[in-house]
């Protein structure tokens, strides 16, 4: 298990919110923290602490500038996300990411867009591509949820999928959409699926809000899922120590 970092950037600053209180109306999300640093400051810190293969994630329009400063401060570091697409993919590698990582461009109007998919495969590689499964859970599957989370799919997370999608990427990154941003603990059921099915590099974000829960995610995960943690890091207002969890994992 790796420690992935993360760099969310919402309305041009570095935040922490409740993902599922994302909202198309204009009403402002639930934010966990506001940072004071720009994103470059996040990675430099994870460049000089050699973690390898976090992510931005650009929540909404306006954060194009803050995402590049990150990129360029530490380049080949980071994978960058969030309104991703054929089109703007190729800028952002040059920029300095090291993969990109997508998920409405594929997942469109409820199911998957396979032209889409194919499309950015051919332009970039898969090896540059990173599909996120972000989902949650309805009538006992687990769906995958576009458009700032408000939106279900019709695709779900299960081993045949997984295994289809997998010829496709060379990552997924999982975001438990139920538990994000909450601090109450892991969505343990879908990290033991996600153990069970996934042969690539697969990092889950959701929940965690102490050393236990990373010792609980190891377990479960069995020692091979990655993971993100978010608004419990006291880098990010919370509670945990971001350099013990970084001493731990990297044990």
Known sequence: M??????DIHSGKV?????????DDGSKPLENFVSNYDADYYAELFKNDKLVGGHIIMLGHGNEEQAIK???????GLQIGGGINAENAEMFLKAGAMKVIVTSYVFKNGEINVSNLERMVNYIGKDKLVLD???K?????YYVVTDRWQKYTRFTIDPQNIKW???YCSEFLVHAVDVEGKRNGIETELVQKLASWTTVPTTYAGGVKSMEDIKLMKALGSDRIDLTIGSALDI?????SYRKVVNMISQ
Do not use: D, H, M, T
């Not at 935040?15 to 909202?23: D, F, R």
């Not at 990150?70 to 080949?76: D, T």
């Not at 859970?137 to 599957?141: H, I, L, S």
């Open 70 to 76: 990150a990129l360029k401060k530490y380049p080949s």
């Open 15 to 23: 935040k922490q919110i409740v993902g599922s209180s994302l909202k």
């Open 165 to 167: 999608l997998e010829n």
């Open 236 to 240: 990010f207002g919370g509670n945990l």
């Open 133 to 135: 499964l972000s989902c």
């Open 137 to 141: 859970k309805k009538e006992g599957k």
């Open 2 to 7: 790796k420690f992935r970092p993360c760099i």
